[in-house]
C-alpha cells in the first residue's frame, strides 16, 4: 500500500512516499481504508523536526477519515462499511488526561494516518456524522476537539460570554463555530481582511487586522468596554501569550493550544494573573468522550467543517508547504 | 396612584384594586413608573392563598417593568428615563442563593410590581435589552432569570445535550429558547397538540402530548436511544417529578422549580437517584449577575419572549385566571 | 475450592455452601486468594431478595481481599503475592459513571468474593495500603469509596464545612473518618447513645440520639445556628430522606446512598429543594480512580477501618443476621 | 492619634510617623482600635514604590486587628467591644472577584491599618476566632485568606494530593497549615535546614533545600514517583514560575500569588502547559465569605497562626526590613 514515510525530520523533503506491507487486524483491531486526512501545525511540527524525536521511521498525520474494511476477532462496536475517524490519542476515553496520553497519539509516537490503510483498536475510532464527507471528517480529529475540549468541555461557553480567536488556522475556525453555536459573541484576527470578511460570514461578531491594529488586546478592551473575553483561544505563543492576557476578562481564561507564532516559550506577566484573576490553562486535544460528544452537537446543528484546499497524496508536501505559509483560512486537506 | 392589594388570599377575588399614596425616592433608591408586569405561577399561589401568610395587605407581582421617572440622593447608576425591571430577589448581587434571599422577594416579602409607581433601591434594578418592549421585559425577572439558573449557570448546558421541558408555561418556553441559543435538543411535552406545534416554530426537536402518551418519561428516552436527557426542567410537582427522574440521563439533573401539577410533595424513587447517579437540584429564580448574565445573551441573539397575551390593568383578575385555566404558551402580561 | 451460592435469594437461608472447581486465568486476569470479605446492605438486599433478579446461581458479596496467586498470559499491572482488593465496579476506571456499570458490579450481575478464589481482569482490582490487613482492606471497595466519592469527589468537602451522618453502619463511619481527615465538622445519629460515645472517639462533633429526639432535623439546625449541613449522607430511605432534606443547608447536598430505613420510596417535599437551593445527589459506589485517590488518602493518613467484627466463613449467614439486626457499628467481615 | 504614612514611596525611609486626627464613624461604619497588624511583601511593595502610584499621603499595611470602640448610626452586625479584623477587599463579598476589588483594597487604594483608630464600614470587618490574640488575628487578612481561596476555594484540596509550597513565608506557612487540616500531603522548600525542619513540625512531610538542591522541581518529581504535585503555591515568580509549571502534576494547577524572587515577569514554557493539561491561576487574596468560611474551619481546628516576631508600633521600618531580609518563618508582626 502507499504511505509516507519520516525517517529524519529536517524539513518538508523528509516526508517521503513508500510502499508498506497492507495491514491485517489483530484482536480488536479494525482495518481503515483511508480516505483522507488533514495537516495540523503539530504534524508540521513532526516533519520538520521541532516536535520530539522519532523512534525509526514513521508515518505522519493524526488525522484521518476512512470505512473499515475489515475487523479482527472479538471487535463489537464495528461493521464493514463503517465511516470512521482515528483518535488523536488512543487511550483516552474519559475523564482527565491520563498521564502517558502522548504515548499513545497518532502520528508521532504510534504511526498516524498518511497512509492507505491503517490498523486501530477498536476503541481507537469514532463515527463520522453521517452529513459530512470523508474530506469533512478528516478535519475533526485533533483541531476540532481542541477547540471544543478548551471552549466546551472545560470552558462551559454559554451564550452571554465572549471569545477571542487568534487567526484564522483550524483550532481557531472550529472554535469560531463551536462559539457561535453556543450563542456566544466571537472576536478574531487576522493579518488579512479577506480572511475577516470570511470569517464575519461564519457568524464572527467583530474582527480585528493585527497587521493594522498590532495592539489588538486593546481592540478587544475596547470593543467589550474595557471588560475584556471570557475566553482566549491562544494558538500563538511566544508572539501572542502576553497580549493574550491582557485581552482576558478578570476571571477569564486562556486556552493555551499552539505556539504558531514565534514558539512555545513566551513572557509571563505574572501580575495580570493576579490582579485579574486570569487562569491559563493547557489544552491536549481531548478524550474519546469529547469527540463523541462534540460529534453529536454537530450533527443535530449540522456543522460543515471549513475545508480551505483539498490536495492529491502525491501532493503532500505542497499541502504542508500551504500550511507552512499560512494562506489557509480552516483546514488542509490531502485525500488518499 | 393605582395599585392591587391582597388582604386576605383566599382566590382571584383577594386581588382589591385600590388608591395609594405616590412614592417619592429615599436615599439610593429610584422611582419606576411600571409600564407592564407579568404572572407568575407563584403570584397566583400567593393571591390564592397556598404560598405563605401575609403580614398585612400586599401589593403582588414580583415582575414588573417601566422606566425610571426620579432618582433619590446618592444614586450613582441610574438617570430619569432608564428603562428597568425589578430583581426578583432585591439581594442577592452575587454568588451562591443568601439564606435570607426570600425575605427580600417582590411580590410576597416585600411589595410587588402591580401599581403605578414603586420604589427600589438602586441595585434592586436592572436595563432593559433595547430590542424589547415593556411587555416583553416585564416577563424576564422570575421565570426567564429561572430558566437560565437552571440551564446556564448551575446545569453548563452545551450543544451535545438533551433538555426535556414539560408543558409551555413560561419557565418552559424561556428554557426552550434559552437551550436552543446553546445547540442543544429540546423535547418539549403538553397535553394540546397546537401548543407543541408552536413549540416547534420556536425550535423545538421533539414533541410528547402527555394526554395521548401519559408514559412520556418512556418516550423520552425512546426519542434518546434510551439515553435519558441530560436536563429536565421540572416544573410539574406531584404529578411528574418521578417520571422526571425516570427521564434522565445516567449523571444528568432534574431541576425542581415549580408545583404546577398536584403541589409540591411528591415520590422520589431513591433507587433512580442511586443506580443512575442522578442529580435533582432545587432553583430559586437567580441573582442580579445572572440576570444581566442573561441579558447580554438575550441581546445578542435578538431573542423575544414569548408574550401570551396581555391584558389591561383593570383585568387583572381575568389575567390570573387566565393562567390557572392553563390555557397560555409563554408569558401572562398585564400592562399598567 | 470452598464458595457459596445463592439461588433463590428468598432469606438468609438461600445463602448455601459450595464446593467449586478453582479458576484458573485467563488473558489478563489474575486470580486471587481471597482471605477476607465485608458485607454490605446490598449484599443483604441481594441474598434476601429486593435487589434484583438473579440469572443463576450467584456467589455473593461485592468486597473481598486476598493475594494474587496467578496471573494470566499478558498481565503487566501484577505480580503473584502482591495484596489486592476487587473493585466494586469492574469497568469504571475514571470519568462519570458509565451507563452500564451495574452490569459488571461484583456480587450482582457478576460472581461476588465469598468464595476462596477468584478470577478478574488485572484492571479489576486495586492494591491494599501497606498498613492495612485483609480483613481491613475488605471492608472499603463499596462503603468506603462511597463515603470517598460523596463527600470528596463530588462534594469536594472542606474544613469550614459540616455533615451529617445517619446511623453507625459502614458508609456512615468511612464518611465520619473521611469528613475529620479534612478537617469538617461532623454530626451524626445513632439510637444508642453506646454507640454515639463511640463515635464521638473517632472524632464526631456532636451525637444526636433518634430516638430520644425524633426531630434530629430540627436538632442539626440548632447545632448550626439554624444553618444546617452543608452534607447529609443519606444512607436511610424512607424513613429519613424528609428529615435530611430539612437538615440541608442552604445550597447544601442530599447524597443519596441507601434504603437502610423503610426503603426506598421516600417523600419529596419539594418546597425545601427550591427555597433552600438544596441538590440531592444519587451516589453509586465509585470509580478506580477514586479508590486509588482514597487510598493515597488512607495511607497517608494511616487510617484504620473500623471493623465492627469478624465471622468465620462457615458462619456467613450469622453474619448477614448481624447486619440485618443493625447491631453494629462499622464493618462486618468474614473470613476465608 | 498615631499613625504611619508614606508621601513618596523610594525606600523603607518613606515610612514616616505622623500625628492624625481621631475618626469618627459616619453611618454605617465602626471605628477599630488597632492592636496589631501583620506586614505582607505587598506592603513592602506599597512603601518601596514597586507597588503602584500613590493619590497622596497613604497609610499603609492591608492587616490590622483590634477592637470596635465605636459604631455609626445604622450599625447592625457589630458592637462596641467586638474583636474584628479589616478585609482586605473592602467591596468583596462572595461570588467572583469584582472587576474594581482593587479600588476598594486596604493599604493601597484605601488607607491602612498602620495607625492607632481607623474607620471601616460595617462590611469592612469580620470577626476574630475566639482563641486567636490580636496578635495572632492581624496575620489573617492577606496572608491566610490568600492561602485559603487557593487551596480550598480554587483548589478543593483533598487528602489524596500533594502541595508544593515555595519558602516558609506567610502564604506558604498558612498553606502548609491548611493542606495538612484537609489530609494533604504537603513538600516545601527553603535555604535553610532551620526553617525545613521546622516545617515538618508544622506537619510537613517532605522538604527540600533549594540551595543545595537547585533542582527543586525535579526533587518534587522524585517525591512523587514523577507524577508531580496537584497543586503548587508559586510566591516566587520570576526565579521560580517555570520550575513551579514542571513540578505540576498532569492535571495539575500552580495558583500565582507573588514575585518575592525576582519579580513579577517570568518565562513561560508553554509546552509544559498543553502536554500535562496544567492550569495557571492568578489568586487575588479573597471575599468575606471566603475569610469567613477559613475563620470557622480555623476555630474547629484550632489552627494557630505562626507569628515570627512582633515588633513594637515604633520599630515599623525595622519590621519591613526583617521581611525584606527575608530571615522570617511565618508572620510578622506590628503591634500598635
Known amino acids: 500500500m502507499k504511505a509516507y514515510h519520516i525517517t529524519s525530520p529536517t524539513g518538508l523533503s523528509a516526508l517521503r512516499p513508500v510502499e508498506l506491507p497492507e495491514p491485517s487486524p489483530a484482536t480488536g483491531q479494525v482495518i481503515v481504508h483511508v480516505r483522507a ?29 476512512g470505512e473499515i474494511i475489515s475487523v479482527g476477532p472479538s471487535v463489537e462496536r464495528w461493521r464493514v462499511g463503517d465511516r470512521v475517524v482515528g483518535l488523536f490519542f488512543q487511550k483516552w476515553a474519559t475523564g482527565p488526561l491520563p498521564a502517558d496520553a502522548f504515548q499513545h497519539a497518532l502520528g508521532h509516537s504510534l504511526p498516524g494516518m498518511l497512509a ?36 466546551v468541555t472545560r470552558g462551559n461557553i454559554a451564550a452571554d460570554e465572549t471569545v477571542v480567536l487568534l487567526g484564522t488556522g483550524g483550532v481557531s475556525i472550529f472554535a469560531l463555530q463551536i462559539a457561535k453555536m453556543h450563542g456566544a459573541r466571537v472576536i478574531i484576527t487576522s493579518s488579512s ?94 478524550s474519546r468522550n469529547m469527540h463523541e460528544a462534540m460529534n453529536r452537537a454537530i450533527t443535530r446543528n449540522q456543522l460543515k467543517p471549513v475545508v480551505d484546499r483539498v490536495f492529491p497524496f502525491s501532493a503532500a508536501a505542497e499541502a504542508c508547504q500551504h500550511l507552512q505559509n499560512g494562506a489557509h483560512f480552516g483546514k488542509v486537506v490531502i485525500t488518499i
Not at 41 to 54: A, E, F, N, Q
Not at 236 to 254: E, W
Open 116 to 151: 492507505q490503510y491503517v490498523a486501530l483498536p477498536e476503541n481507537g475510532v469514532v463515527a463520522i456524522p453521517g452529513h459530512l464527507s470523508f474530506e469533512e471528517a478528516a478535519t475533526l480529529p485533533c483541531a476540532a476537539v481542541t477547540a471544543w475540549n478548551a471552549l
Open 37 to 65: 486526512t488533514s495537516l495540523n501545525y503539530r504534524d508540521h511540527m513532526v516533519i520538520t523536526g521541532t516536535y520530539g524525536k522519532l523512534h525509526g521511521p514513521l508515518v505522519p498525520l493524526s488525522d484521518g477519515a
Open 193 to 286: 481582511d479577506e480572511k475577516l470578511a470570511r470569517a464575519r460570514e461564519l457568524g464572527a461578531d467583530e474582527t480585528i487586522n493585527y497587521r493594522t491594529t498590532p495592539d489588538w488586546e486593546k481592540a478587544v478592551l475596547d470593543l467589550t468596554d474595557g471588560a475584556g473575553a471570557e475566553h482566549v483561544i491562544e494558538v500563538g505563543g511566544h508572539d501572542t501569550f502576553p497580549k493574550s492576557l491582557y485581552a482576558a476578562a478578570v476571571n477569564g481564561t486562556v486556552y493555551v493550544i499552539g505556539g504558531v507564532g514565534g514558539g512555545f516559550t513566551a513572557e509571563a506577566p505574572l501580575r495580570a494573573f493576579i490582579v485579574r484573576n486570569v487562569s491559563v490553562r493547557g489544552i491536549a486535544v481531548g
